[in-house]
């Protein structure tokens, strides 16, 4: 059975084939489907779960997780556990107060995480905090204007580079990052950052462990633990280097 809304209306929990609301609409319990997509507001008692895509523009808070195949959301959104298999996109306001789980995730504008972060790919346009671990194959976090804070970071690959209108990826556009630009946000790490390879700049964390190492401008390092190479800007503070 599908459920559409125009204007304003109730849902009761249960199961569903399609969700559409376009207005706002309070969900009283728990709803299944394999497809929902809100324009405007919605207020979800219960969890909320998709076999297929999640689509929110406007505004949601579900009392519980927040579940689909692909997570789209802009505008601002609160909800328990937020969990996209393949990707989630939020671009606005995000308040997480449970853990965050994707395959591929972007978040942009301002998102606040009370529990985990876990990932293939990350991407950070905007400012995050998050207490908890960011733990994803590939972290690139883009320095704006804000500040960012995690507990821990790691993966394979971790960028935190300045926003700059410099487009791709690979050692070209990192250099050009880290030489070209300066940015006004900073990444604060409380614990440590842990990967294979990581390229930082403005980013302040008492302990950098990797294989290939970069410490750019503005950062403040306490210590830093690498096996191949390091590489430490003039304009850096490294309390340490250990080659282990």
């Known amino acids: 059975m599908d459920m559409k ?22 969900i ?12 405007g507001s919605v207020h979800g008692e219960g969890s909320l779960e998709s076999a297929g895509d999640v689509k929110i523009s406007g505004s949601a808070k579900v009392d ?23 990707e989630i996109h939020v671009s606005g306001g995000a308040q997480i107060d449970g853990s965050l789980t994707g395959g591929d995730i972007h978040l ?26 960011l733990n994803a194959e590939h972290v690139e976090i883009h320095l704006g204007r804000d500040e960012s804070k995690l507990g821990s970071i790691g993966g ?20 050009l990052q880290r030489r070209f630009s300066s940015p006004a946000g900073r990444l604060t790490v409380r614990e ?12 302040h964390c008492p ?3 990797g294989a290939r190492v970069v410490i750019g401008r503005g950062c403040r390092i306490g210590t ?12 850096a503070e490294v309390g340490s280097t250990e080659k282990v």
């Open 5 to 26: 809304i125009s204007g304003a209306g109730v849902i009761g929990g249960g199961e569903y084939e399609e969700i559409k609301i376009s207005g706002s609409a309070r």
């Open 28 to 39: 009283e319990g728990s709803v299944r489907c394999e497809s929902f997509a809100c324009s």
């Open 64 to 86: 519980g997780p927040v579940q689909g195949k692909s997570v789209h959301i802009s505008g601002s959104v609160r909800c328990g556990d937020l969990r996209g298999s393949e």
């Open 108 to 133: 942009s504008g301002g998102t606040r995480v009370k529990g985990g972060i876990e990932a293939e790919n990350f991407r950070l346009s905007g400012s995050l905090d998050c207490p908890g671990l």
């Open 156 to 175: 394979s690959q971790v960028i935190a580079a300045p926003t700059v209108n410099v487009y791709g990826t690979g050692a070209l556009v990192s250099f």
């Open 192 to 203: 440590s950052i842990e990967a294979d390879d990581v390229d930082l700049v403005n980013t």
């Open 207 to 209: 302990l950098v462990t």
């Open 224 to 235: 830093v633990r690498y096996s191949e190479s390091l590489e430490i800007d003039p304009a």
